[in-house]
T-cell receptor, first 111, second 113 residues
Framework: RKEVEQDPGPFNVPEGATVAFNCTYS??????FFWYRQDCRKEPKLLMS???SGNEDGRFTAQLNRASQYISLLIRDSKLSDSATYLC????????????FGGGTRLMVKP | DGGITQSPKYLFRKEGQNVTLSCEQN?????MYWYRQDPGQGLRLIYY???????QKGDIAEGYSVSREKKESFPLTVTSAQKNPTAFYLC????????????FGPGTRLLVL
């Protein structure tokens, strides 16, 4: 079983739609959680951290469920520019406290 | 501007050849990392370095080597022992080892001729 699992997609949605991605992690000792965005052939960039209480940044909402060990990202009012791969990233809980990356979920927003 | 630079953007390797990927940062970060990304897969850690003249193997270190002679620089050599080197290589840095926030360079795409 992968340490961090994501549905690879692609998720094809029209502009203005609401779309949600989930991610599950296997190590219950993991301490911090993030969503990164990666455009095609570019480096990953931090989108937002994920807190137990849930957090929102504009059209983006992230949720963490520690009991079920999953993380979610909700995008409202999708824009064409949201088309990218979204990486679920987990920190801590293993030797060295390194980041562990999911394989990513690809989102394509169409006009 | 502070940041991480990687060069070259594209690199071609012939069979049996060693190639070196450059990574430089001016963020004054202590820790630096090398990752490999294959299509549809997450980033996998190759090597990391906590301080100058120190580095540790990551999950997939076989066929790779690194050095850390300067705080700003962390070059990665892909040796001929790496039988499947075609991938996207990403360098990152953080203020301290195990720091949650890592900053990534633009990456080097390595292709085998």
């Amino acid at each position: 079983r992968k340490e961090v699992e994501q549905d690879p997609g692609p998720f094809n949605v029209p502009e203005g739609a609401t779309v949600a991605f989930n991610c599950t992690y296997s190590n219950s000792a993991s301490q911090s959680f993030f969503w990164y965005r990666q455009d095609c052939r570019k480096e990953p960039k931090l989108l937002m951290s994920v807190y137990s209480s849930g957090n929102e940044d504009g059209r983006f909402t992230a949720q963490l469920n520690r009991a079920s060990q999953y993380i979610s990202l909700l995008i409202r009012d999708s824009k064409l520019s949201d088309s990218a791969t979204y990486l679920c990233v987990v920190w801590g809980g293993n030797a060295g406290n390194m980041l562990t990356f999911g394989g990513g979920t690809r989102l394509m927003v169409k006009p | 501007d502070g940041g991480i630079t990687q060069s070259p953007k594209y690199l071609f390797r012939k069979e049996g050849q060693n190639v070196t990927l450059s990574c430089e940062q001016n963020l004054n970060h202590d820790a630096m990392y090398w990752y490999r990304q294959d299509p549809g897969q997450g980033l996998r850690l190759i090597y990391y370095s906590q301080i100058v003249n120190d580095f540790q193997k990551g999950d997939i270190a076989e066929g790779y080597s690194v050095s850390r002679e300067k705080k700003e620089s962390f070059p990665l050599t892909v040796t001929s022992a790496q039988k499947n080197p075609t991938a996207f290589y990403l360098c990152a840095s953080s203020i301290w080892t195990g720091g949650e926030t890592q900053y990534f360079g633009p990456g080097t795409r390595l292709l085998v001729l």
